[in-house]
């Protein structure tokens, strides 16, 4: 298994396409650019969506759910929104299929039943929540209105990859309405803050919190707050990102309060989003030549108990000892797993839970039964020792946490490792080809120059760091006066 | 607000859907036949998600995502299941939408971005499932394979209602494979047990447990286990099914194993359902004229604390008692929420918890605090009392409890008054009318006959229940022979 894992500095690519396949996380389908998420992989989904949900709430969120589809009318609304988008919908056309007269068997779209307007499965959901936002909005008293959602979503992406890119993903889309442009942006910049805290704490991912340029922002935003992230290839990753949308939606969709004072005025707005896609920074942050490499905050199993044994009495025993343990453990709050699987050797069952990335192994065998002992193994650093019985479940508890933390360190260093700030073009290009990460540089704020930086270089501007130091300075393309660095990398 | 409900007696039909829209749990959307579930729709729906998981995977099922398209290729593989589905389908026809040359603005659908094949949006998954299985299993090793999936699904009902009847609704679905028939049949009547067990339990719904006749079976299936409810006006709703599919998707999709004498056979497989569907018999089941009635399992808040008062000083006094009986609760698991909106009077307030069916009510007023007392009611029965604070906490956990088994034992006997074994024609027809609910009655077990009496009364065999006695008897509509009876009734 984890043997015949194409190793990243061969093949970045290929490691990552073969990773997520056989270490059970998801894989394509039948349909052209979707995926299945497996058991697996949907496991580690259900811990982010759990912690998410939980972080939603104590900021007073609650959810909701409003339909997949978007009728055309309503998507075109917001002008912006609809142009972003429009170029990778999918189209509901027809409502019933029939038997087809020339192919006995087989079925045909009822040309009969087209629908009179035709419907877009939701690609993002504005349109369709501000126009029922118009119905649920009419006073102050009713904001703010502060929403989130759980869905899928669709894009017609042209090229996909497994949770990086795929045509269909799951996500949560938060859609907030407040009286006040103020306490909107607010907003936005808090829900990128949960995001930014959610990625440090709990994904182990460090990130940088920023603003889009111009020409990055989401379509109909006029903010957008992402957080960024490094994987190891050098390239960069956009995690999540909170959308300020001023009073774009309200217009559009004419939805008018009225303030403290009785007058009408257009509603502020926000959305904000992370998805599936934090599947592909998780395993790119973390994972190693022989597999993932998992957080303990998100492992499904933090601790796999292996047997080893030749007689029947042996696993008995062994098993004794295992029970006791993972009794111990759930007590802790640890979630193990007791892998006696009869169908599979030890070796087999090491090299998966290495594959799958289980933070820690106890491995027990007849010696250590003898001595009062186990195999404890670290699936981060490989290390392995043996370890008493006594004291173990509180051993196991603090090395889950030392295993959180030292993830998040690695990553943190060899991501601050890979920020260069440079001043000069040459120094631009050559250090995005031999180094990669990061490149800080003063840029004179145009979208030209960043589109001609785009072609020359495929770098783009992740984001304009929000604890940036003002400094002056010139672009380093042009040569133009600029008061702040911004970040470029090429990205996912 | 509760006094505007249409009443049960007077329309029954319009006392629903009032209900529905006034508390706040959906409404009807821009999208025909689509609903938007409000935030407080949605949080009983969650309550519903959380606990049917839990018994999910505490019988060994896993959760995992697929996609929500289905080419139709695919779609047509099974050709019952096909034949079922094809007349009420949402057809992805076209991948791209472009600026509309005859109408400046708009967005027209892109008529060189036609999929080669259209995609279906699911109706139910045994399809795309299947087609995936087919890749997971090659041995008996990989069997039994028990997966659950919580998603969204479209079918294009022309008639729809909210939470009853929608065009997309949310649901899970479970799909699993196994090595023989028995562990398959015995899989697909688990989960049917599973079911009722929630439904009564956690909902306080009374439910039948039986077997569909073959003409009310999921299409596909060889056999369909379901639960029935009975709604206030004496018409069923079917709140879950569950079905043992045979080999039938198996040979469809070719999928294979190597038993364990290395012979080659089709793998046996179920699936079974619930949606939220199951908020309409939450409501059905016993709400009144007042609104909604929750059994505190499924109440977003099973508590609400309202203040009454006339100065700062008194409602900084009440609000010293309120959290601190708030903290009390909340240690001992009990949700619930102090409403100090001063945008509204106590008199509004206990009209929308009443609405909202919130299972207690205390309020707290001045002469309250003076003689250390609150004023306990509760929603199901409208009994309030002056209630001392000391004790109150444990009285409110033990109410609570008491509550929801009040609530089960009532529609148990609603239930049980409303279903009338009849043994001729007339009776039959004349119960129906007059008494309404499940009409016990023979029948000569042909689809002939069911379907006549369907034309001739509206009614349909809700189920043959699982545990029926075997008696014998004659078919009220034709006289023949028949040796058990089976549950008919107007249905939802």
Redesign the interface.
Known sequence: MGKNLTSREQDYSKWYNELVVKADLA?N???RG??????YG??IW?KMQAELDRMFKETGH???????????S???AE?KN?EGF??????????????DPENE???R?DPEAKLEE????RPTSEA?IW??YK?WIQSY?DLPLL?NQW??V?R?EMRTRLFLRTA?F?WQEGHTAHATKDEAYKEAEQMNNVYADFAENFMAIPVIKGLKTESERFAGAEETFCIEALMQDGKALQAGTSHFLGQNFAKAFDVKFTNKEGKKDYVWATSWGVSTRLMGALIMTHSDDKGLVLPPNLAPNQVVIVPIYKTDEQFEAISGLANDLMKQLRQKGVSVKYDKRD?HRPGAKFAQHELQGVPLRIAIGPKDLENNTVELARRDTFTKALTPVEGLVDKVVNLLEEIQTSLHQKALSFRDDHITEVNSWEEFKDTLTTKTGFVSAHWDGTIETEEKIKEQTKATIRCIPLENKIESGVCVFTGKPSNQRVLFAKAY
Chains 1, 2 share one sequence.
Do not use: D
């Open positions: 894989e389908s039948a349909v979707c995926m299945v998420i497996k058991p949907y496991a259900e609650q959810n909701a759910y409003f339909p997949i589809f978007v009728p055309k309503l998507f075109e002008e609809a429009a170029k990778e919908c999918a189209v509901v056309t027809h409502y019933r299929l029939q038997n068997g087989k079925l779209v035709e419907l877009i499965v369709i126009n029922t119905g008293r929403i869905a899928n669709v017609w269909e799951l169908t």
